[in-house]
């Protein structure tokens, strides 16, 4: 890595300062090409095959896991790492089996590459409850409203549950099915998981 | 997957070097959001040698911001927060309600706005390799969509070559508001009307945008015009939510009492590409808008429609959600201040 930033520094300022010199007219801003002086390209593996050390902070422990650069953040979190609580479902961004939070926003573990995630913060269903075992008020609510029958989109529906309710988007049973929507239920179990989350965001106080 | 060399560089100055020094002659493929290429990626029908993750380097270019003029938004903006900005949602409603009906909330937290419009159709024959006809995924190879299931398909700007739609949203809004883009490169950069960023299939579905080889979109930059607050987006679906678009309206309309000053419309889930229904504008603006005066608009809008085997019904669909689009928007209680 180190050969490669010396030998692409020189460039990058020329480049840059080009890019300020010639094609920025009063209204485009320039923060992004000129703001930060470091030139910190990654060198590319020369072998696309090559296995990658990554880091992943995954509710709030560091990981190191060597990873093929194919790899999903949700085959990582389950293959590598043994947190099995997210789930394959479709693998293609379209039922939310998957949905953990990345920096505090719900996101699909099956549509992000393992290495584009370090730096950071995913929290699993496993990060949920505290450390007595306490559980936190959402899986109480699934819970206690009986918000499932099979249970294999339950992770993703409570994180994504959760996230609703912090966005402000849990205060009417409408708007809980709109901005639910991302997470599909086979068994159906629609109208209790809307009670849960209901339930949930009195006692989550947002 | 096939197996790919994986790059994040820290600034946009770095994308370029990366791209010209990289051993490989390959051109590399964006990484934003991931929603879209990571989809594809899987599938087998994105299959780049290089990936490029424009995560860090997109990051300054990700702001949201209005001076009363001009509202200019970051490409690197994800569409929820976009989305839910009380200024976007106050002053120009159409781009709030496009992105917040598209896709769900856990794409729209992930989602960039530059990716958003650059999103690939949804033609299930593109979407699947294993059916050799596909002329936007190989080309020459035909369209196994002319002849096969073709409801989803495009009755707008499709060619014998390609049928396929485009199904985005936000991509509407930009079109009806007159939006411009700011676009990024090895050559520098150049700000091109957002309605020149998409191609016609023509005889060429594979190439889908004028961008330049390595040109990122910057920014998004739209105008306030007096029509700007009486906007809506009327988006029509198979299911209610978390949906794409079977038929959908963007209007942006200026009125001077019951009259028509000035009127922006834009059609998606119709059309190959992002669509400006200019017939409809010029049939609307001095008129009074009616029922009938719509309906006059939105009938002109789609007669150079070409209907496939089983999509007749979307010119139909189409025009009835025009009408009800406009109407809405003229009953739309708009704050003058």
């Known amino acids: 890595m180190s050969d490669s930033e010396r030998k692409t520094e020189p460039v990058s300022k020329r480049r840059r300062n080009f890019l300020i010199g010639s094609a920025m007219t009063g209204v485009v801003p320039v923060i992004g090409w000129a703001g930060q002086a470091q030139a910190t390209t990654q060198a590319a593996p020369v072998d696309a095959r090559a296995a990658l050390n990554v880091a992943l902070r995954v509710n709030g422990r560091l990981h190191q896991v060597q990873v093929d650069a194919r790899m999903t953040l949700l085959d990582a979190l389950r293959e590598e790492i043994g947190l099995t609580g997210a789930k394959k479902g479709c693998d293609h961004g379209q039922c939310g089996a998957c949905t953990v939070l990345v920096d505090g926003r719900r996101e699909l573990a099956c549509l992000t590459l393992a290495v584009a995630a370090q730096g950071r913060e995913v929290v699993t269903i496993e990060g949920l409850a505290a450390p007595d075992g306490t559980l936190h008020p959402m899986q109480e609510a699934f819970v206690a409203q009986d918000a499932f029958q099979c249970g294999y989109c339950t992770p993703g529906q409570i994180l994504s549950a959760i996230s609703c309710v912090h966005e402000g988007h849990a205060t009417s049973p409408d708007q809980v099915r709109e901005y639910m929507s991302g997470n599909l239920c086979r068994c159906a179990a629609y109208p209790n998981i809307v009670a849960a989350v209901l339930q949930a965001s009195q006692q989550m106080g947002d | ?337």
Request: proline share 6%.
């Open chain 2, 1 to 337: 997957m096939r197996p790919f060399q994986y790059l994040q560089p820290a600034t946009l100055a770095d994308v370029i070097v990366a791209q010209r020094e990289a051993p490989s002659a390959v051109p590399a493929t964006f990484l934003a959001g991931g929603t879209t290429l990571i989809d594809l990626m899987k599938l087998g029908v994105m299959q780049p040698e290089r990936v490029v993750d424009l995560r860090l380097a997109g990051s300054d270019f990700a702001q949201i911001r209005f001076d009363g003029a001009t509202l200019r938004l970051g490409a690197f903006a994800r569409m929820a927060e976009v989305a839910d900005h009380p200024v976007v949602a106050a002053s120009f409603p159409v781009i709030a309600q496009s992105l917040s009906l598209a896709a769900s909330p856990q794409l729209r937290n992930m989602a960039t706005l530059g990716g958003n419009v650059l999103q690939r159709t949804r033609c299930a024959y593109f979407r699947d390799p294993t059916w050799a006809a596909c002329n936007k995924r190989t080309p020459g190879s035909g369209c196994a969509a002319v002849d096969g299931a073709n409801r989803q398909h495009a009755v707008l700007g499709t060619s014998s070559q390609c049928i396929a739609t485009y199904h985005g949203d936000f991509a509407q809004a930009l079109m009806a508001l007159d939006a411009s883009v700011v676009l990024g490169g090895p050559a520098g950069t150049r700000t091109i009307p957002f309605a020149a960023l998409h191609r016609l299939p023509g005889n060429t579905p594979h190439v889908e945008t004028t961008l330049h080889p390595g040109e990122i979109i910057l920014d998004f930059v739209i105008p306030a015009g007096p029509w700007a607050s009486r906007s809506l987006y009327l988006k029509i679906r198979d299911r209610q939510s978390y949906e794409y678009a079977v038929a959908s309206a963007a209007v942006a309309v200026a009125m001077n009492g019951d009259v028509v000053a000035d009127a922006r419309i834009a059609l998606g889930g119709l059309a190959a590409v992002p669509w400006r229904a200019h017939e409809a504008e010029a049939i609307l603006r001095d008129a009074v808008l009616d029922e009938a005066t719509a309906t006059r608009a939105a009938e002109a809008s789609f007669a150079a429609a070409v209907p496939q085997s089983h999509n007749a019904f979307k010119i139909a669909l189409g025009r009835d959600t025009l009408v009800r689009a406009l109407l809405q928007a003229a009953s739309m209680e708009v704050r003058h201040d």
